[in-house]
């Protein structure tokens, strides 16, 4: 993918070149191809008034000159505000353009304003993030660029921009997985369909994999996840998926939300119903990011575990006033059925439990309230280890996948107690929704450090709103990027182990 050259000089249907805002000349790739093209991308620049706001793009034949077919010139903003961020953004953009303009092989020109391996990773990430579709069920429409190259003309940056490269790939290839798992509709990827695909992934990456079986689950009394599968013909499984290197200095669980279709349950839901296909994000990034590990080799053990079910309304459902006894011994009121997640994920966690991590993070799309509070734009973070959290906000603005940390408050407990079980599902309102349910959470987690993404506002986009140059309709992979950057710290190969309370 990466391959040694200038813009000026390479042959493909597309160049990418970076242009800066308020800059009186152009730099870099770009100054080279004006200086090849005699001026003209310069005077087309200038004749559009193109302005370089970030992501903003141009189009200019090249008609031989040189042999790139055609220069997108990218704004990239000002210079000084430029972040990985920024180049993940503008390569997504110039593959976005390209496709439409049925340019096949498309090149990025190496931009020396930031660290080779930062921008290889960048660009890898954008470009394969922007090219993505999910057209598994379309006879194929419109253009599709199917050949990406990154030029540097600088040799002493092109292993740094090729180990950038390959990690993007690895980041961006998981994150395009969980997008597909969460895109393919409930009747093609019903629980033990969701099974099989996660064990054939790991069998492939070279991971080890269990699932259980309902009998299973009920020898080790997970009646809160048997609970909401009760109502549906397709049985729940138990995915477990595990990468244990021989150098692991410590053990993280990740577990995710698997609810292959959210119906409501007798609580049957009203509105949304189409989108509740994606209710088993948080599961389809903890298998993609699983499957990576193995090509990344952090020297971390990671266990993966996604309870998947199918949440519906059926003769033997869960019923509004049911009790169930969890594998921790915990009971709990089942006063709304439409609060599944946190019922799979009381028995998920307490199994991850038994597994003796020095952290656990799940990801779930959990509530619509942090999509009240949110909006599309961010996903929420809570826990009850704070040093855990910020390690996850850094990871995900490595990422650029917004993460914003909503209090947890012992209090909001109160308003899940019941009077007749030791726990009650839902709250008696929906004010502090999404903490109410991470609180829930937090009793099946062993007082082991812990930290909950409820990523119901970013796991899938119904509308325009919320996406962006690399962002879909549709499901976006969330969390998969964030979860990489958190097992492989870029800069910080000896972490410290992380403070343990018990
Ligand atoms: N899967 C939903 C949450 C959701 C809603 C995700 C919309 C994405 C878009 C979850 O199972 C749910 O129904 N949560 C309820 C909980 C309530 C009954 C306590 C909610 O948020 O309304
Ligand atoms: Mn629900
Ligand atoms: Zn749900």
């Known amino acids: 993918m990466v ?88 390569s997504a953009a110039v593959v976005r353009r390209a496709a439409q303009a049925h340019a096949a092989h498309v090149a990025l020109a190496d931009d020396d304003i ?31 660029v199917d050949r990406l190259t990154l030029l540097t003309a600088d040799t002493a940056r092109r292993d740094s921009l090729q180990a950038g490269a390959d990690r993007g790939r690895i980041f961006a290839e998981a994150t395009l997985l969980a997008r597909d798992l969460t895109n393919e509709p409930p009747n093609a990827l019903p629980p033990p369909a969701l099974a099989d695909v996660a ?33 549906s013909d397709h049985p729940a499984r138990l995915i477990v998926l595990e990468y244990a290197p021989a150098d692991a200095r410590r053990t993280v669980a990740l577990v995710g939300k698997g609810v292959c279709f959210d119906s409501g349950g007798l609580n049957l839901k009203h509105q949304d119903l189409e989108w509740m296909k994606a209710d088993m994000a948080g599961g389809a990034a903890v298998i993609a990011t699983l499957q990576a590990l193995p090509a990344l080799r952090p020297p971390v ?20 006033g049911d009790i169930v006894r969890a594998s921790n011994g ?25 597994q003796q991590p020095d952290e656990i993070v799940d990801l779930a799309t959990l509530t619509g309230s942090a999509m009240v509070a949110l909006g599309y734009l961010a996903a929420a973070i809570m826990g009850n280890n704070q040093a855990l959290v910020d390690r996850l906000l850094q990871a995900a603005s490595r990422a650029g996948e917004r993460l914003w940390q909503l209090p947890l408050y012992d209090e909001y407990l109160e308003d899940m107690r019941s009077p007749v079980a030791d726990l009650r599902n839902s709250g008696s309102s929906r004010y502090g929704g999404a ?27 119904e509308k325009e709103e919320g996406t962006g140059p690399y962002l879909p309709k549709g499901a976006t992979g969330y969390g998969v990027r964030t979860l ?6 870029p800069d910080l190969p000896n972490l410290p182990d992380p403070p343990h309370p018990l």
Request: glycine letters at 10%.
């Open 199 to 231: 064990a054939q992934l790991a069998a492939r990456a070279g991971l080890r994999c269990t699932i259980l079986e309902p009998a299973q689950m009920q020898e080790l009394g997970m009646n809160a996840l048997l609970a909401v599968a009760a109502g």
């Open 114 to 144: 930031l660290p080779a391996d930062a921008v290889g990773q960048a660009q890898a990430e954008g470009a394969l993030l922007g090219a993505y579709r999910f057209s598994r069920y379309r006879r194929d429409d419109g253009g599709r």
């Open 435 to 461: 903490q109410k349910g991470a609180i829930f959470l937090r009793e099946f987690v062993g007082g082991r450090p812990w930290a909950h993404l409820d990523i119901a506002p970013t796991a899938f986009l």
């Open 3 to 90: 391959a040694p050259g200038a813009a000026e000089s390479f042959p493909c249907d597309a160049v990418g070149v970076a242009v800066y805002a308020g800059q009186a000349a152009l730099r870099g790739a770009a100054a080279r191809v004006d200086a090849a093209l005699g001026g003209a991308l310069a005077a087309a620049l200038a004749e559009e008034k193109f302005e370089a706001t970030a992501a903003a793009t141009l189009v200019l034949h090249t008609h031989g000159r040189i042999p790139a077919r055609r220069i997108i010139a990218v704004g990239m903003g000002a210079p000084d505000a430029v972040t990985a961020e920024t180049v993940r953004r503008a």
């Open 484 to 489: 990489l950057y958190f097992l492989n710290p």
């Open 330 to 354: 915990t009971t709990i009121e089942i006063t709304n059925t439409d609060a599944e997640g946190r019922l799979i994920l009381a028995d998920a966690l307490a199994y991850a439990v038994r």
């Open 301 to 320: 053990r990671v266990v993966g575990v996604v309870p998947a079910v199918e949440n519906m309304p059926g003769g033997r459902a869960v019923k509004p």
